[in-house]
């Protein structure tokens, strides 16, 4: 699945795409804005409501597409606007990764995982982490 | 070809944007994309320029999508998507596209790499526009009444609360009389006026009020329909009743503890409880001189881990009684921790260490023991913070009892769908923010049968479900939530599935044609989108963040 | 008065039975068999006997670190002093120090026939009246004098210096030769009887003196006079401690100090700093001795810890800890010389450096004074000594 | 400007209050002295007993508040005299100059990042920094700064004025002047809140002499991700991050010689705290030493069984004596009696916080003067009975909430707030 050859890892700008729901992760994003903690330039927010909304289907075509990685992000354990909407994307993504790995698509390239709305630092050290993980994994190749 | 017309408008922001993307290049890009009819640049699109100008452009270019691209949604989507509407547009075929707290503040050192972010952006934010579709905020009319269950003193202040606002009530209540709990007690903290004092007068003002209709002796047996509507059967003995309401409040209150086999409750005569003790007093008490009181009795043990919140007040009053009745009593409280927060509870114990109670603190691992055969004659107790055992001479032992659930809750939580939480109580929307309100729209707790309360809390908190209940019925309509989901009923295979997930019970299985159907009923959806997620015929479609719109997104990601 | 009248009047029934007073017990800190919690809980659970027979009924300092931090207003130190009384009723009066000897002199100057020789010490070169506003109430130093003559107390010289240092403002104060012992000691161990007539015999002398104003160099005096007198006796005169006195006539150019080059520290007696509330005073005095610099202890002002014994009680090991750590404490600031300003404070601090046949611990040693000799020496004209 | 119900004071009780009385249809006015709505609430990390992130739950409220076509909000303002009666109150209001104009003001915060003056921050207790010209907090509504007069040099000593030259929206205006405003109103709904106990009286705990003893205001900004230390535990004397912490309660609650009430929420955020602590460093040994623990709430007890069971948290019954300075290494040495042994100890621990009472807003004796109210002996606002009027004052038509009635915890103030703007209805609708 990985074309090595093409591009040499050193240079290979990863794109990320980042699902955020819109009241905790989607608001320490912002708030990573509004405290210029700088991150790197790679991930794009598509946002939805509850991270519950997101479908393995939207997670797939990402990939399909030659997304390099897909963050899901939603609100820490109890805090969902929602009620409890981020347990169940919790159990839908443990199961897709599952699926993923019998695909042999590496773990790192799908991750889940909650910030706070007042965890601005804690968005742009993940979208760092996450950046420099598929960084050392390469790109994903349709 | 396509009927879509996009209007871009890119916000320089002062210097926040545009000193580090290359906004008119932006702007530019943004003119290739598909069906990008007109794009524009503004130093600040929300002020009164730029807001002017996207109505302008609206009619100008006969625009039927807008595009933002500027700050954060969280605080500025509002505010353009009334600019639309003022412009003759649906406010739902607007986008917004954050390029400053998501790109230009956080890459402030990498100019280029940002101005890539934001073309990568909108053209993600261009390709979910041009799918948009205009939503209707339907009306749904709210029936001016309300529903409420139990005539105790929260249901009571609550009915009087919003029938002095005009609005009619049904307060449906179980027993033969109004008053609930207080019928029962002797005094009430921490004034220690008379029970009766409070409760009769305020039973008056409801029985008098020509808004309420008091139902005494009468059970809900049927609720049906949501907010705004619903259909309640009402069974007074046998008689059934049907009622609408567009609002209903559970005021069902608690019941006291009874803590039969404990400490020889029950087998031992001169064992009561608190609340029988109300009643002794409030006769008058016999000639007994040592008076041992065991707090936490059946509350904050494994099998029941909550604290009564009341309880420990409820001692202290009686205790405090009983030496006003006769001072050369002597009264011990045995207590696990004194819960006399605030204010004035604190200041209530202090009123009753002058007095000479006094009060002896004691461990769970060594409770108290009885001493007597047929009745109690003698309560030994391990002093926790003196380390030594006390025999403590007793006349007559009282214990002091949590306040408990009704075992009817269930039924009540079944027929309105709302829940219970693991103590039994009913479990309001959100712990802190919607203390009085249900997941569920229009059905609102309050009292004793969310948690053990006092009057005052009592009061509070009726008053607020009353003030949660009022808004629809003040409106006459609600307009709920156009983010919703929908259910394509040709899709639908009727697995329920959905029907699981839904947090707001907005969701059940309908008949229809012979099939078993997913129906979902718009005024209780939130818009969570949990369900369209979920669904295996994808037969559920999550407006505004439709499978379609979400996949264009992705899939512009990448070009 | 029984025990209820006591949890009554020290408000011992708003105990909280947080700990607050045992954590902040000098003695409850070293002597794990002590707790003025513990005390209290025996008496609002109604066990009288065993507090009267506690052991410990006696260890008390009554030194107010713990009542004036008590969050629920318990008079301890007045409770001990009530509940003391009970117990000596009972024949129960604790372990006195140095055999009883103290106790003894002061219960033999009950006796109206004894006519005291108190004021031999008394030389041509202190000026005093024989009739006037002023009274200098001497105290028990003549007797102090002799009782720890082994470690030069020092105490007259408090007495001796004290009229100095009032000679040189021009005042020549009455003192009485009649003058008996302020019952400070008999009050605080339980023998109110005693101490009642104490009282009465030095309120009738005083008020025969015609004296308007008393200063005191002992704050347990003083303490006395101004707390436990009115309950007993009417004496209606105005009372302060020599250092109060001094400060407030230090404006006036009648004391000229002379340089002392010295670093200082200054132990806040416990009746002079917690039980009337004279902190600031004795520091005043003292900075205004010019080259002196004074030093604070960690714990200072009404966070000083006691000297660790009381009413020649109970004096232990533990007190003797407590002593031992004061000192310690004293020399930590890099002073050469703790000045206090009670004689029974010097005494116990001298007594501890005094290594009795015991093994050597910690080096202790440090000048003591009093800070009416320090003022003393420091006066120009130093005539005497 | 005609408005049927006046609100005193933004923080959670005000908002809820507000957005109550305007989604019944009510004109509110919604008056706030700080240049922020969001009061204490903001200021917190997580709140008990389910962990939410205050900021996450509240943000959205203070939106709402903002945008809602029926409130007016009017921050950085303070209400100078009430007069009239229920039914028709008018108040006069004194705006104070922002030297921000808010209608140009697009909140692009240049002119905060280009001020080159500083003074200590009231948002983060203290523990951190915020320039002359500031927002109180990144989520702050309205999200217009204010000209702190004085720490700016320009207002000191006339030079300076960086934010006007940055400004490229032309809204700083130095020469802004206050503005007195007259609202009138049917009702008036005070929800001013507390204000936190100063510990520095109670000397033997050593605030203010020992660094590492710090209160839970501090204590909640140090853990705050938002916070000066952006969530990092960093102990005031050296930046250690520490690992084992003490909460003393009832400092300045239940105290004859501060408040002799209880603050109601101690017990319960000091848990909190110390499970927060925890989060930020798993194995964090918390020692919470208390009197009674008061936890009476929905999910307390289990919140308190789940602190000792899972977060390394020990209670201990006993109220510290003092606390003393290790000078080594600069920790707190706790002294206190184990009330359930007996036994006098100590315990060094690498911070102290002092869990601090919740007492009334300083000025409101001020404020019960303007609006002639009366308060009860210890300076909150008095209920006509005591009972069955829990949200009324001693005057008509002037109703309380949230913890300048009692202290109270989140849940029971927005009962609280609600339960106001359910009276507040009644009177409008011509009830009593």
Known sequence: MRNETQVKKSGFEPKILAFCCNWCSYAGADLAGTSRIQYAPNVRVIRVMCSGRIDPTFILRAFQVGVDGVLILGCHPGDCHYIDGNYKTARRIHMLKKMLSQLGIEDDRLRLDWVSAAEGKRFASIINDMTERIRALGPFVR | MSDVRIGIFVCHCGKNIGGVINVPEVTEYAKTLPDVVYAEHNLYTCSAEGISSIRQKISEHKLNRVVVASCTPRTHETLFRNACEAAGLNKYLFEFVNIRDQCSWVHMQEPEKATEKARDLIRMGVAKARLLEPLEEVEIRVTPSCLVIGGGVAGMSAALNLANQGFEVYLVERDKELGGLLLNLNRLFTINGKAEEVIIPLIERVKNHQKIKVHTSTEVKGVAGFIGNFDVTLDQKGEERKIKVGTIIVATGAEVLKPVGQYGYGDKSNILTQLELEERLNKGMGDEQNIVMINCVGARIPERPYCGRICCMVAIKNAVLIKENDPRAKVWVLHRDLMTYGTEFEKYYQKAMEKGIRFIRYSLDKPPEIVGNNKVKAVKVYHQLMGKEMVLPCDMLVLTTPLIPHEDNQDISRMLRVSLSEHGFFLEAHLKLQPVEFATDGIYICGCARWPTDVPEAISQACAASAKAVIPMRRGYVRPEAITASVNEDKCSGCGTCVLLCPYNAIELQSKDGKKLAHITTAQCKGCGTCGAACPSGAISMNHFRDEEILAQVEALVI | MTLEDIIKETKTYYCLECGKCSSLCPISRHNPSYSPRLMLEKALTGFEGDLINDQELFSCLTCYNCSLKCPADVDYPLFMQKVRTLAFAQGRYGVPADSGILQSFMRLMLNPAIEQRRLEWLSDEYRISEKGNILFFVGCAPYFEFAFEDFEAGALNIAKDSLKILNTLGIEPMVLADEKCCGHDLLWTGDVESFRKLAEHNARIIKESGAKKIIFSCPEGYRTFKFDYPHYVDLDCELQHITEFLAENMGKGMLDFKEVKKKVTYQDPCRLGRHLGVYEQPRKLIEAIPGIELIEMEHTRDESICCGTSAWTNCDAYSKQIRTERLLEAKATGAEMLITACPKCQIHFRCAMVSKGEEKGPDVEMDVMDIVNLVASALEDNGSE | ?432
């Open chain 4, 1 to 432: 400007m005609n408005n049927s119900v006046l609100i005193i004071g933004g923080g959670i009780a005000g908002i809820q209050a507000a957005i109550d009385s305007a989604n019944m249809g009510f004109q509110v006015c919604l008056v706030e002295k700080s240049p922020s709505i969001g009061g204490r609430m903001a200021q917190l990390d997580k709140t008990f007993p389910t962990n939410d992130c205050a900021m996450c739950i509240l943000a959205p409220k203070m939106i709402e508040a903002g945008q809602h076509a029926n409130i007016k909000l009017l921050t950085y303002s303070e209400v100078l005299s009430v007069e009239g009666e229920v039914g028709k109150f008018k108040a006069k209001i004194k705006k104070k100059a922002r030297s921000v104009d808010e209608e140009k003001c697009t909140g692009c915060g240049i002119c905060i990042e280009k001020c080159p003056w500083k003074a200590d921050s009231e948002f983060d207790a203290g523990m951190g920094k915020r320039k002359a010209i500031y927002v109180p907090f990144p989520q702050a509504i309205p999200n217009v700064p204010v000209i702190d007069r004085e720490h700016c040099a320009y207002f000191l000593k006339g030079k300076c004025r960086a934010c006007e030259r940055f400004c490229e929206a032309g809204a700083i205006n130095y020469d802004q002047e206050d503005e007195i405003i007259e609202v009138e109103a049917k009702a008036i709904i005070l929800a001013t809140g507390f204000d936190l106990y100063d510990p520095t009286p109670l000397r033997e705990y050593g605030y203010g002499r020992i660094q590492n003893v710090i209160t839970a205001m501090e204590y909640e900004r140090l853990s705050s991700a938002s916070g000066p230390t952006a969530g990092e535990l960093k102990r005031p004397s050296d930046g250690k991050i520490v690992s084992d912490i003490a909460f003393i309660q009832c400092v300045g609650s239940r105290d004859v010689r501060s408040n002799r009430y209880c603050s109601s929420v101690c017990c319960m955020y000091g848990t909190k705290e110390a499970i927060l602590a925890y989060e930020h460093r798993p194995g964090t040994k918390s020692t919470i030493f208390y009197i009674d623990l008061r936890a009476v709430g929905k999910r307390f007890q289990e919140y308190i069984q789940r602190a000792e069971d899972e977060y390394n948290i020990t209670y201990i019954r006993g109220r510290p004596g003092n606390i003393e300075l290790n000078r080594r290494n600069q920790n707190p040495t706790i002294w206190y009696e184990d009330t359930t042994t007996g036994e006098t100890k100590s315990l060094e621990v690498e911070l102290a916080i002092l869990c601090q009472a919740l007492i009334p807003p300083r000025d409101i004796q001020k404020t019960a003067s303007i609006l002639s109210i009366e308060l009860d002996e210890y300076g909150f606002v008095k209920t006509p009975d005591g009972l069955s009027h829990p949200v009324d004052t001693t005057r008509a038509g002037i109703l309380a909430c949230g913890c300048v009635h009692s202290p109270k915890d989140i849940p029971d103030s927005v009962v609280q707030a609600s339960a106001a703007a359910a009276r507040a209805a009644e009177i409008l609708s011509g009830g009593t």
